[in-house]
């Protein structure tokens, strides 16, 4: 027996599937597929917010040196207004690390809801539902190998 993939909540192996607290054989499977829910606005809105994390600081950065440069001030007061405008872009360095791990991570997690649907005889069932991309691609894809013809014998 080989095992495509196997989580707490999740297995599937060459000879059954077992999701959403149900078990079923391969050959009960008529038909797999995913349908995808409505996008989350608050999980883009999120992205967003931390994109606009990192770059506002930079762009008031870059105002200063750019006031600093172009309004007619004396030679201390310009290079202070450069230095603090340089010293507040390279400030938001360490953070925009961490912002865009972040944002990495949420594109992990999707915006979406998506289910795993099976076709059985006594009709659909749904086998999986998650809001988390990578976990859903990975679920997926094992079915998909699971389902192969030349893998079942």
Not at 75 to 94: D, E, F, K, Q, S
């Amino acid at each position: 027996m080989t095992t495509y993939y196997r989580d707490p909540e999740v297995l599937i192996t060459s000879s059954g599937v077992w999701m959403n607290g149900r078990e079923f054989r391969l050959p009960e499977l008529i038909q797999v597929w995913y349908t995808k829910g409505a996008r989350s606005w608050g999980v883009i809105a999120w992205r967003g917010a931390l994109g606009l994390a990192v770059l506002l600081p930079l762009l008031v950065g870059a105002l200063a040196v750019l006031v600093a440069l172009l309004l007619d001030m004396s030679l201390g007061t310009t290079a202070a207004m450069v230095v603090g405008g340089i010293l507040v872009g390279l400030a938001v360095v360490p953070v925009a690390d961490l912002m865009l791990e972040r944002v990495d991570r949420s594109y992990d997690r999707g915006s979406r809801t998506l289910e795993i649907w099976g076709r059985v005889r006594g009709g659909d069932v749904l086998l999986m539902r998650t809001n988390n991309a990578q976990r859903f691609g990975r679920i997926y894809r094992a079915l998909q190998r699971a389902l192969e013809p030349a893998v079942r014998r």
